[in-house]
């Protein structure tokens, strides 16, 4: 998986080892793996080098830092990719822990949600421009894994990810 989202040939040596480490650092758990394919994806060419990093600098943390110590893997990334995020994306990844476990949420919902938490601050907004906010969150999550499900049929936490 992480070699198909970074676009590297198999024989590419120094980009396998580097994807291998990645998959070390996940404890080559698929959901952990799926997120850090997701920060590749949106990394593009770039993710050489600084999704590894990062991977390492928030493990590395998490041993240092007594109120982090103890993270698992999954907490290590699933807390790096809802860093990558723009802080609207952050805020509405949170706000969904509302949602009941393994329950769909509908993208209107998802809307409703959303200008819940805001208090209202996006009502005054074109219906049509909030539409494509919210739409553009969804799709992010979605592309980092961090969320389950589809635009068209509803999205949700996956267990471990609501856990963290």
């Known amino acids: 998986m992480l070699i198909y989202m970074s676009d590297v040939s198999a024989d590419a040596a120094e980009a396998t080892a580097e994807l291998m480490q990645i998959s070390d650092l996940c404890c ?24 590894l990093g990062m991977l390492q600098e928030d493990a590395n943390a998490s041993m240092a830092d007594e109120s ?6 999954a907490e ?12 609207d994306t952050a805020a509405l990844f949170t706000y969904l822990g509302i949602v009941p476990e393994d329950t769909p949420c509908p993208v209107s ?9 805001q208090k209202g601050e996006d009502k005054n907004k074109k219906t049509k421009r909030l539409s494509l906010k919210i739409s553009k969150m969804v799709k ?17 936490y996956h267990d471990i990810v609501r856990d963290v």
Do not use: C, H
């Open 140 to 156: 992010t999550l979605l592309r980092y894994n961090l969320v389950l499900g589809a635009f068209e049929t509803g999205i949700f």
């Open 76 to 87: 290590v990334i699933v807390t790096r990719s809802v860093k990558e995020l723009d802080s």
């Open 68 to 73: 982090t110590a103890g993270m698992s893997p």
């Open 28 to 51: 080559r758990l698929p959901l952990t793996i799926g997120i850090a394919a997701g920060m590749i994806k949106s990394l593009g060419s770039k993710w050489q080098g600084n999704v």
């Open 109 to 117: 919902v998802v809307t409703l949600i959303w200008i819940s938490a």
